[in-house]
Nanobody, 126 residues
């Protein structure tokens, strides 16, 4: 059974940084694309960043470009999201997601991913 557990969220001042982690269990992440999404109250789930199964491609939503970086450590079966220059509008619950099919290059939509973590809250104060 695939399980994804996010950690690293918290309260940070605007301009600060956080590093989110997503620990996967149940199957190795090196065969599957991974993604980060976020959802603020009253808004739809928004794509933040994705990484292809082989780590060769990283791609970002407009809000994350130039500020966030996705990476993974296959040995630890963990995906990371480094978030810099945080803004109050980055406040949301951040979710880790995994593609259900191996060797996919990755997607942008929630429906492109089959497994989800429980989320971690990120709050950025002004």
């Amino acid at each position: 059974q695939v399980q994804l557990v996010e950690s690293g969220g918290g309260l940070v001042q605007a301009g600060g940084s956080l590093r989110l982690s997503c620990a996967a269990s149940g199957r190795a992440i090196n065969y599957y694309s991974m993604g980060w999404f976020r959802q603020a109250p009253g808004l739809e789930r928004e794509f933040v960043a994705g990484i292809s199964w082989n780590g060769g491609s990283q791609y970002y939503g407009d809000s994350a470009k130039g500020r966030f970086a996705i990476s993974k450590d296959n040995a630890k079966n963990t995906v990371f999201l480094q978030m810099n220059s945080l803004k109050p509008e980055d406040t949301a619950v951040y979710y880790c997601a995994q593609d259900g099919q191996s060797f996919h290059s990755g997607g942008y939509r929630p429906n492109d991913f089959d497994y989800w973590g429980q989320g971690t809250q990120v709050t950025v104060s002004a």
